[in-house]
């Protein structure tokens, strides 16, 4: 069976500060998929990433940044130099390679960034 | 960007009412859509997957004849909550997968939040 786990339900830090969002995923597929959005308080899911499974480097985007681990079968999630505008709820979320797939998603983290 | 759209994106009925909600994909053919509900302060739960002309599959869990899904063209699919309840108040989000000669993927609508009173 396919799981995410998003073990930290709520973080905290002031602006500025580096924030890793931690993501631990459990499927016996060998070919799938990762992926990580944004959910501000409007609710719309803001697409961030997706990695397939055969593509274990690093990733940098602008603030953003993500380290798949295949060995921990982790796709972990920072946000270099917090801003008040990163406060969101940010789901990982996991599916199989074929298309027509749905998305199983981890319980989300809650980032709050105060100034 | 590929792009989907949900109407309406906010509905407060009455309980016992029906509500329908509209997704549609603007500008590709989606040969697969989702619907996906999410309680406050939850995840996202995948309710059903409907495909192109064919019945939905729903989860396990998910009531049939109380969310009457029909996908009636490759780029509408609607969601009919039938008898609603309070506790059939959510957030509501679809996603309609395509496939391309270079990737497949899904692409969210922006969610309809529906109150039932």
């Known amino acids: 069976a396919q799981k995410v786990t998003q073990a930290q339900t709520e973080i905290s830090v002031v602006e500025k500060e580096d924030v890793t969002l931690d993501c631990v995923y459990e499927?016996?597929?060998?070919?799938?998929?990762l992926f990580w959005y944004k959910q501000p308080p409007s609710g719309e899911l803001v697409f961030l990433i997706r990695?397939?499974?055969?593509?274990?480097q690093n990733e940098i985007s602008g603030r953003y940044s993500w380290n798949f681990q295949k060995s921990t079968s982790s796709f972990n999630f920072t946000i270099t130099a917090s801003q008040v505008v990163d406060s969101a709820v940010y789901f990982c979320?996991?599916?199989?390679?074929?298309?027509?797939?749905?998305?199983?998603f981890g319980k989300g983290t809650t980032l709050s960034v105060s100034s | 960007g590929a792009v989907v759209s949900q109407h309406p994106s906010r509905v407060i009925c009455k309980s016992g009412t029906s509500v329908k909600i509209e997704c549609r994909s603007l500008?590709?053919?989606?040969?697969?859509m989702f619907w996906y509900r999410q309680f406050p302060k939850q995840s996202l739960m995948l309710m059903a997957t409907?495909?192109?002309?064919?019945?939905?599959?729903?989860e396990q869990g998910v009531e049939k004849d109380k969310f009457l899904i029909n996908h009636a063209s490759l780029t509408l699919s609607t969601l009919t909550v039938t008898s609603a309840h309070p506790e059939d108040s959510s957030f509501y989000i679809c996603?309609?997968?395509?496939?391309?000669?270079?990737?497949?993927?899904?692409?969210f609508g922006p969610g309809t939040r529906l109150t039932v009173l």
């Open positions: 996603s309609a997968a395509t496939r391309t000669a270079s990737t497949d993927t899904q692409y």
């Open positions: 499927t016996r597929d060998t070919t799938y998929y």
């Open positions: 990695r397939n499974s055969f593509d274990e």
């Open positions: 979320a996991l599916s199989e390679a074929e298309a027509g797939t749905a998305l199983i």
């Open positions: 500008d590709f053919q989606a040969t697969t």
């Open positions: 409907s495909n192109e002309g064919s019945k939905a599959t729903y």
